[in-house]
């Protein structure tokens, strides 16, 4: 389609008035950028799936390594004695592979670490939502989560040459490798994500609530506990399940601060050894690929993959199921 310009209404050559002769203008590509426009979104768009297909493939990747390896264990050591020995040694002469001593160990932490970060975490979070002013909560919510940043071999020697030594002059039975000591120092690893995650939730809460409490006579702290906590309970629940399976799956502590003894044991003042640093320890390079100590590798790492994948789809159950709808 071509444009043209008309000249305005001015004396003819004849001596007359009218309009003059009309100049052609030249026809502008519309239809072409918006080829162009469809072009560079189809390629945005073409990007963004190759980016989640790939993770889709990495994902199913590290489960068939997982899988295929763990039933090549499997094939040479029976899983009734898997799940019913109580005593891990496939590093000795006398070998037995029962997974329950490292089971063991990864909850026997993990507990110490929720004991610290759940209670931490949650009187934070309810401070930071419900009584923080605007401006105190953007400058400590980000300091605190500066904590997610710090390396965890840095957590793993502060655990072995502080927490140790200061929690020797209280409990002097306690061994220098130890649950208790790496337990307290993943706890305070993961406040952040505790007290991130709920303050995020009880923040959400709608303020209609709050404010039909305090007009029936609330104080604050009922309006946070009994109505706010309530109504964010998803969240929450959500925060603790992650902060849980982060817990679980942590490796650099554990290995440095509780020893490499696995035992089945609920005492927490002596060494044990988590699923996580055992694969550490065979992971180090002694042990010859494809022998029987070298595929016990994947066993402890497919149940530590079930562990934390049955802590994942139970808190994104609670997550959809106790979810609050507001209007």
Request: hydrophobic share 50%; net charge positive.
């Amino acid at each position: 389609m071509q444009l043209t310009e008309t000249l305005p209404l001015g004396r003819t050559q004849e001596g007359g008035f009218g309009f003059s002769k009309s100049k052609v203008m030249p026809s502008f590509p519309v239809s072409s950028r918006r080829n162009r426009q469809k072009v560079r979104e189809e390629a945005i768009r073409v990007t963004l799936a190759s980016c989640g297909f790939l993770s889709v493939l990495t994902t199913l990747g590290i489960v068939g390594v997982l899988l295929f390896e763990t039933l090549a264990f499997f094939r040479e050591v029976s899983i009734f004695k898997f799940l019913t020995d109580t005593q891990w040694t496939p590093l000795f002469a006398d070998k037995h592979f029962g997974i329950w001593p490292l089971v063991a160990g990864t909850f026997l932490t993990a507990a110490a670490a929720i004991g610290v970060a759940m209670p931490v975490g949650m009187l934070s979070a309810i401070y930071l939502s419900e009584y923080a002013t605007d401006r105190f909560r953007k400058v400590v919510k980000p300091i605190l989560e500066i904590l997610a940043g710090i390396p965890t071999v840095v957590y793993g020697y502060f655990a072995l040459l502080f927490v140790t030594p200061l929690l020797q002059r209280l409990i002097p039975g306690l061994s220098g490798f130890n649950a208790l000591s790496p337990g307290i120092v993943m706890g305070i690893m993961i406040i952040p994500m505790v007290c991130s995650l709920s303050e995020d939730a009880m923040y959400a809460v709608p303020q209609s609530l709050r404010e039909g409490a305090y007009a029936l006579g609330s104080s604050r702290l009922q309006v946070a506990l009994k109505v706010v906590v309530p109504a964010a309970f998803s969240g929450i629940t959500a925060s603790f399940l992650l902060a849980v399976s982060r817990a679980i799956g942590e490796t650099m502590i554990v290995a440095i601060a509780a020893g490499q003894q696995p035992r089945l044991t609920l005492n927490p003042t002596v060494p044990v050894e988590t699923m996580t640093a055992y694969i550490v320890q065979v992971s180090l390079g002694d042990t010859p690929t494809g022998t029987i100590e070298y595929k016990t590798i994947f066993a402890v790492g497919m149940a530590l993959f079930l562990c934390t994948l049955t802590l994942n789809l139970v808190s994104q159950f609670l997550r959809e199921r106790c979810q609050e709808q507001y209007e």
